[in-house]
Every structure is written in structure tokens, then in C-alpha cells.
């Protein structure tokens, strides 16, 4: 059996019928941006999460950088990141012009250890942006206690956790702001490219609007500097339908995840460990090995596809030149391996890769880091 990554076409399948009239309905419309869709897809978000505000933008990436910009976030200024996350976290920072400070990771949930903070803290410091990273919330009591105490701005990356709580509480309700992604592959994926600020502040949310319409709330009257983010309708209306189904596609990813937890070999693997308070909603499933490189080769031989990420932080790529080391971000990106995970797995499929994992590991002389 093949056992692909990750295949988008299913999550079409499941819905067809329904995206099908969403993309029609648009068509007929003869209106494709800031329309009906948007509005509706806005107002259905931020219920879902319990935001006062969603604003749809044109990528994750840009969903940060607009809230920044809303913050005034600028040159000078020195902001928080996880050293273990994608690049779009600090590339958001530095697209604004101020200066992204890392932070390690807790090695056993992937995420920014909230006992590091303090070091990273200088008078330039003016916000810290946690990760959800993989789907499990970043430790937020700690974080917004730290982020109050020193009166920084807390803005979560979301892009990865849609819908996934801490405490009972969905992320994207704990700072001043939180950034959505919907690329395709993210738990709540459009056709295309998409993303989501979401915030209770009503200032912040009319600056946004603002910022990702040519700061234009009139047409031809620009009362800044703005650019153009915006979640275009189709986008919005096919997100309206698979919005409809992201609760069921997350249990489903849990129980994929449970039978991994329960399945996998712990000798010969770190699985990874859900906190106390938090549900994961397992956008990828990372475990760590010994000999990774070994046994992605492995897995692959026994049909089952697999991705690493990420090979090497931002602190290690030639985009990030002269920052200072990240050792423990940089040891994950040598052992980490993703399994497939989705909420199109078939039990066949689940079963297929407990077991060629375990078998595979076993081959290569995996041990649990
Ligand atoms: C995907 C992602 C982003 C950026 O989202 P895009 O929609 O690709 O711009 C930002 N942060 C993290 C952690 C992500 O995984």
C-alpha cells in the first residue's frame, strides 16, 4: 500500500457538491472581492474562535505583518519568536523592519519555553509572538503573563492551530491579535492562498481593514500608506464550506493521533507529548529519531511518504546571516519526521504506518532522542 503525505484532492471529494455551488455561486455573482463572501466568512470566523473581529487577508504571512504594521511595529523595535518555528514567523518581523529575537523551544512540545522569555527581554522590546506550532497551543498562561507584565503586545501565529484550545479557550483569543493561515495544506485550507487577522481591539481591527485595502476605507481616499492583503470571495466562499467541516476533520486528526500514540514504538521514537489543559489539533504529527535520514529513507521504501519539518530554522538559513546560533532548534530540525496525518486517512492507512514505522525504525537502528 502507498500511503501519500497529504492529498488535498480528498478534502475536495469529501465536499465537492458543496464547494462546487460555493465557486458557482461566486461565479454568478459578477462581484469576486470584498463582497458578500468576505463578510459572511468574517462574521462566521470570529464566532467560531470567539473573536470580536476577523479580517480576511491575502495570506498568513501578511496577517502578521498587517498586525505589526497596526501596532506600529517598526524599525528600532525588537520582537519575540520562537527560534523553532517556519520563517514566516520572523520574516513578518523583519518585513516591518524591526528585529526578530529568538527564544528555544521546550524540546517536549515543540513550542517556546515561557522560562526563556526573560532573557530575551531589552528596552527595545515591544512584543512576542508564540507559535501554536504543529497544532498544539504554545504554554499562553505564562506568555500572556509575561507579555502584561512588561506591557508588550502578544501576537499568536495561529497559522497552524485552527480551532485548537488552551484551557478550553481557542487560540486566536489570548493577545492583542492572533495571524491565520489558509494555505492549502494548513487544517483549514482554501484553494489558493488566504489568511486571517483576528482580534477583540476595535481599533486594531479598523487599522487592519485599513492597512490591506491601499489604506482606502473610501475609494480613492488613502488616509495611509496601505497595501493590498485581501481575501478574494471565491476564496472566502469555499472556506465558508470546509469552515463547516473543520471540527470533524480535527477529531478525526485526533483519533489518527491517538492510535499513532497508541501504536507507535517508544524505544525507538520520541512521540510527541500533548500537555495538560491544551487540544492539539495535530496539523502535523512530528516524531524524533536518531537516524532520521535513515528512516524517512526507510518509510519511503515501504510506500509511505514523509516530510521534515523544518530541516534547519531560520536562525541557520542563509536568509537570517549573523544570528546567533539556535543549538536546541537546530538539533529538532535534525531529527524530526512527520507522518501522514490528515482527516482522510483510512484505518488501513493509519494501520500502514504504525506498522512500516515501527518495522522501519527497527531497521535502522532508531533510537529515541
Ligand atoms: C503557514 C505558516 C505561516 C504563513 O502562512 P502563509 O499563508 O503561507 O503565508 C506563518 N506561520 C506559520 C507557523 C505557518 O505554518
Do not use: C
Amino acid at each position: 500500500m502507498h500511503v501519500p503525505f497529504l492529498e488535498l484532492r480528498r478534502g475536495y471529494e469529501e465536499l465537492k457538491p458543496e464547494i462546487d455551488g460555493a465557486v458557482s455561486r461566486v461565479l454568478a455573482s459578477g462581484w469576486y472581492i470584498l463582497g458578500a463572501e468576505l463578510r459572511a466568512f468574517e462574521e462566521e470566523f470570529a464566532q467560531a474562535i470567539g473573536a470580536r473581529h476577523a479580517i480576511g487577508v491575502g495570506n498568513g504571512l501578511d496577517a502578521l505583518v498587517l498586525l505589526l504594521r497596526a501596532h506600529d511595529i517598526g524599525p528600532g523595535h525588537e520582537v519575540i519568536v520562537p527560534s523553532n518555528t517556519f520563517i514566516a514567523t520572523w520574516l513578518a518581523v523583519s518585513q516591518v523592519g524591526a528585529t526578530p529575537v529568538p527564544v528555544e523551544p521546550d524540546p517536549s512540545s515543540y513550542n517556546l519555553d515561557p522560562s526563556r522569555l526573560k532573557l530575551a527581554l531589552t528596552s527595545r522590546t515591544r512584543a512576542v509572538m508564540p507559535v501554536h506550532l504543529y497544532g498544539q497551543p504554545a504554554d499562553m498562561d505564562p506568555i500572556v503573563e509575561f507579555a502584561r507584565a512588561n506591557g508588550l503586545v502578544l501576537i499568536e501565529d495561529a497559522a497552524q492551530a485552527h480551532l485548537a484550545r488552551y484551557g478550553g479557550k481557542p487560540v486566536g483569543t489570548f493577545g492583542q491579535g492572533a495571524g491565520f493561515s489558509f494555505y492549502p495544506g494548513k487544517n483549514l485550507g482554501a484553494l489558493g492562498d488566504g489568511g486571517m487577522v483576528t482580534t477583540d481591539d476595535d481599533a486594531v481591527a479598523s487599522r487592519v481593514r485599513l492597512l490591506r485595502n491601499y489604506g482606502s476605507r473610501v475609494k480613492y481616499e488613502h488616509l495611509e500608506q496601505g497595501t493590498n492583503s485581501r481575501l478574494d470571495e471565491l476564496q472566502a466562499a469555499v472556506l465558508r464550506v470546509k469552515l463547516g467541516a473543520l471540527e470533524r476533520g480535527n477529531s478525526r486528526r485526533r483519533a489518527v493521533a491517538t492510535r499513532y500514540l497508541e501504536g507507535l514504538d517508544r524505544s525507538l521514537l520520541t512521540l510527541p507529548s500533548v500537555r495538560p489543559e491544551r487540544e492539539h489539533v495535530w496539523h502535523l504529527f512530528v516524531v524524533r529519531s536518531t537516524a532520521r535520514d535513515a528512516l524517512a529513507a526507510a518509510l519511503k521504501e515501504r510506500g509511505v511518504e514523509t516530510v521534515v519539518h523544518y530541516p534547519r530554522p531560520p536562525s541557520a538559513q542563509l536568509a537570517y546571516p549573523g544570528v546567533a546560533p539556535q543549538p536546541l532548534a537546530e538539533a529538532m530540525g535534525r531529527s524530526v519526521l512527520s507522518l501522514p496525518i490528515s482527516p482522510w486517512m483510512t484505518d488501513d492507512e493509519v494501520r500502514t504506518v504504525i506498522d512500516a514505522t515501527n518495522a522501519a525504525a527497527a531497521a535502522v537502528g532508531s533510537r529515541a532522542p
